[in-house]
């Protein structure tokens, strides 16, 4: 008998292989797309491989899901295939049985949008696999031009050629880890499944395995193994050496999947210490209490005797308490007058050239970590993105992290799903109290990378030079100076009048009194964003207070107190001014309660502070921090004068005695001229001309702010921690939606 | 009819297999998906054809072993065809040729 094969239709031959050997068949044919076998071929995964590799073998990765490549393949028992594609790709693979001929159009159509084209001499050698640049090329992951322009940046800029490529979105970061894992000779490690030995971590202390970058994944007799970012360096064996004996073994994975475990195993330890940190180390200097007990009592005293003088002796103490009312007015108008008026016209901030921004070696730039808060503001963060995107400085020396809270579920599937850049990182701040932007920061700073960090919101849209200028900035300024304040205002300062007048009030206070206090070297309450810290000195400083919310401006007390100095440089972040008067009354009320909240904790101990910041500094800060207290006073002046107005009620006129009448006279015509005076400088000072008129209506502005201020006062009675969150986006027209936050205390 | 033409076929009839000439028979390369060439020249056997879920292999022997091509579709079954041992040859030839 003869035999003789019957030609058959191919697919129907490979349906049945596969079906003999129980794998799945797919149709990579997009004529087939309606098929049920039809499998669309994710181009991600499919340069999981080379051409040459694929080509070759005549397989093809189709698809990467749950740490299982997917590959393509007439031949699902080809050994030597299967054996390269699980070497190569570094994952398990899972073949599927395709026909010949679907294999052959596909490897045609994915290779051929790659290009082929060499001009110039190519930079790369894929033969050679030695240097990361040609093993890309070898595994089709780059091609030869992308290594070139990767290779004229980092001559430029000094990073990490792999580095550039991943933050290009040339090449993902688990191609690049598989890649070095090949150029080191290095098993690559899927931390997403992985549950470290506790023996392995008890090894290594956290703090370290933080800041080297490493998890101890397992240990036996002679070894431990480390999940590592990076081949192991000698500084990172020595300091590792320090606390084990055994042989070190590295296991390569992504970065972020580092950060993402240790995130994991130590999220807890994580949230004590962004909450707790300054407490334990420095806990005078912590608002997680109100009062403290010796407060309590003077307070308590005072207010005793005050009534006692009221009810023993009426019209004597009113007399007393608006002579000394008087004087603290007095001395506060001319004190900030004084401020304003030496600023006026001076250049104190620190200058930094165009030319010297432009004659910037890039290859000296350091890491620049920022540190972003969001709450439920998932709309602002594409904008965002865009915004940090445009920034002048070298995307592979960005470290920005997007901090959400646990509890947000809307910001972080949305910030997931939109699958960013590899220099933005999302953290997820476990739940727990209190919920204020300086926790969600301090649990930030712990992962921070960057020598420099500085904190924006949402919505600021900082000058594009802004990091750089820091940079010089901070080579030129005596080694004391830890954090450069960069100057806020408004993007939408023309949208109605209350963003007018906080648009003046911004002006006046970041061009003209900040910069004067700067000059006077006494403390400057920081504003809410776009100060620059030096990291590790942040760090010292336990950063940010968490029970404190108006946490910037008792920072910059602090950083004086430990004699660290403050500067202010001549960059704007603009930001959205709040333009809705119920929002804004919420925003200025947790300024000012924040702002009582510093003067408090900080006058715990008010000789100490004496002896601490020496006489000038505190004084400055008895009339800055503490001239908060105006606002509060404000009403009960206003409402004598008004009623006096009306009633020429005798009894008012006595308690003005001829000394306190001009004290109050005087205050009241050049009081009032003087903060207008410097509303209408600080307008000239930015250029702001137009809006100078508005100035001129300023005193209702300080009615609100007055409104505000009692508001903030009587909550830090029932809620001094409770964050009265900002509403934002309602500069409609304006561009940028989001929060404003940063704090002034201002005319 | 040669020698080992006649031995292929006095083996057929003794172990109750069929029996198939493959003079000029050039196999389907497709087939070699199941029986790679490799254990096809090592025990000396060729896919014929695939009927259903039915493989025909034609081999000089009664047994060679292709335990591997059971293991890897364990839906398939193996049928041996015995063939002259000179025909199975060539057509390996003539498979290495054309690869």
Redesign the interface.
């Known amino acids: 008998?003869?035999?003789?094969?019957?030609p058959?239709p191919?697919r129907s031959?490979y349906r049945?292989?596969a079906?003999?050997?129980?794998l799945e068949f797919v149709t990579l044919d997009r004529s087939r797309s309606d098929d049920p076998e039809f499998h669309q071929i994710n181009p991600l995964a499919a340069r999981l491989l080379s051409e040459q590799i694929c080509r070759y073998h005549r397989m093809l990765p189709v698809s990467y899901a749950n740490g299982v490549v997917t590959i393509a393949t007439?031949?699902?028992?080809d050994q030597v295939a299967r054996e390269v594609a699980t070497a190569l790709t570094g994952r398990s693979v899972r073949f599927v049985v395709t026909p010949?001929e679907d294999i052959e159009a596909a490897l045609n159509e994915t290779f051929r949008a790659m290009p082929h084209e060499q001009a110039t001499e190519p930079v790369t050698d894929p033969t050679a696999h030695a240097r990361i640049g040609d093993l890309l090329v070898a595994r089709g992951l780059a091609t030869d031009e992308q290594v070139r322009a990767a290779l004229d940046e980092q001559a430029r800029t000094g990073s990490r050629l792999g580095d550039i490529l991943v933050h290009e979105g040339i090449v993902d970061e688990a191609e690049l880890v598989a890649v070095l894992a090949e150029q080191f000779q290095l098993p690559l490690v899927d931390l997403s499944t992985v549950e470290p030995d506790p023996d392995a971590l008890d090894l290594i202390p956290e703090p370290l395995a933080r800041h080297l970058r490493v998890v101890p994944l397992a240990v036996d007799d002679t070894t431990l193994y480390l999940a590592v970012a990076d081949a192991l360096d000698d500084d990172t064996v020595a300091a590792l050496r320090e606390h084990t004996h055994l042989e070190l073994r590295g296991c390569l994975a992504t970065r972020n999947s580092i950060d993402e475990l240790l995130q994991r195993l130590h999220g807890g330890e994580y949230v004590s210490v962004a909450r707790s940190e300054l407490l334990t180390r420095f806990p005078e200097d912590s608002a997680n209490r109100v009062l403290s007990a010796g407060q309590a009592v003077v307070f308590g005293l005072l207010a005793v005797a005050f009534v006692a003088c009221l009810v023993l002796w009426l019209k004597p103490t009113l007399i007393v308490a608006m002579a000394l009312s008087s004087v603290f007015y007095l001395a506060t108008s001319l004190y900030k007058f004084k401020l304003t008026y030496d600023a006026l016209g001076h250049r104190y901030e620190v200058s930094v050239t165009d030319e010297e921004v432009a004659a910037l070696d890039e290859r000296d730039l350091p890491t620049y970590t920022i540190l972003i808060p969001l709450y439920r503001e998932a709309s602002v963060v594409p904008r965002l993105v865009e915004g940090i995107e445009g920034l002048d400085y070298p995307k592979t020396k960005l470290d920005v992290r997007l901090l959400c809270e646990e509890d947000d579920d809307e910001t972080v599937p949305a910030i997931e799903a939109m699958n960013l850049p590899p220099h933005f990182k999302l953290v997820v701040v476990p739940d727990a109290q209190p919920k204020t932007k300086p926790k969600a920061c301090n649990y930030g700073l712990l992962q921070a990378d960057g020598k420099y960090v500085v904190i924006y919101d949402a919505e600021d849209r900082p000058d594009p030079d802004q990091l750089k200028k820091i940079v010089i900035a901070f080579s030129k300024v005596e080694p004391s100076v830890t954090c450069i304040q960069a100057k806020l205002n408004y993007f939408n300062a023309d949208q109605n009048l209350l963003t007018r007048w906080f648009a003046i009030e911004y002006s006046m206070h970041f061009d003209l009194l900040l910069p004067g206090l700067d000059a006077q070297d006494v403390p400057i309450p920081l504003g809410g964003t776009s100060n620059h810290f030096i990291t590790d000195r942040l760090i010292e400083l336990a950063a940010w207070d968490p029970f404190n919310v108006t946490e910037d401006a008792d920072l910059g007390i602090r950083l004086h107190k430990a004699g660290y100095k403050t500067a202010m440089i001549d960059s704007t972040t603009l930001e959205e001014a709040n333009s809705e008067l119920n929002n804004w009354i919420r925003q200025r009320s947790r300024w000012i309660k924040g702002y009582i909240q510093t003067w408090l904790v900080h006058m715990r101990h008010p000789l100490r502070l004496l002896r601490q910041v020496g006489l000038k500094s505190w004084l400055s800060f008895q009339l800055t921090i503490g001239g908060t207290f105006i606002f509060l006073l404000n009403p009960i002046f206003w409402a004598l004068t008004t009623l006096f107005f009306f009633t020429e009620w005798g009894f008012i006129r006595e308690l003005f005695p001829s000394v306190v009448f001009y004290a109050a006279a005087f205050q009241l015509f050049v009081g009032n001229f003087v903060f207008m005076y410097m509303n209408v400088a600080g307008c000239v000072q930015r250029g702001y001309f137009d809006l100078a008129k508005y100035a001129l209506l300023s005193p209702l502005y300080w009615g609100l702010m007055s409104l505000a201020a009692w508001k903030g006062f009587l909550q830090l009675f029932y809620a001094p921690f409770y964050w009265e969150k900002t509403i934002h986006g309602l500069d409609q027209g304006h561009g940028a939606p989001a929060p404003a936050s940063p704090r002034t205390t201002a005319g | 009819m040669n020698s080992d033409a006649r031995e292929a076929l006095a083996l057929a009839l003794e172990t109750g297999l069929e029996y198939t000439g493959l003079r000029d028979f050039v196999p389907d390369p497709k087939l070699f998906h199941y029986v790679p060439a490799t254990l096809a020249a090592r025990e000396r056997v060729v896919p014929v054809v695939l009927v259903g879920d039915t493989l025909k292999v034609a081999s000089a022997r009664p047994d060679p072993d292709l335990s591997l091509v059971r293991s890897r579709f364990p839906y398939v079954t193996v049928d041996i065809v015995l063939a002259p041992s000179g025909e199975i040859n060539r057509a390996l030839d003539r498979i290495a040729e054309g690869r």
Not at chain 1, 74 to 77: G, K, L, Q, T, W
């Open positions: 008998m003869e035999t003789r094969t019957v058959e191919s031959f049945r292989l079906h003999h050997a129980g007439p031949d699902p028992f010949d």
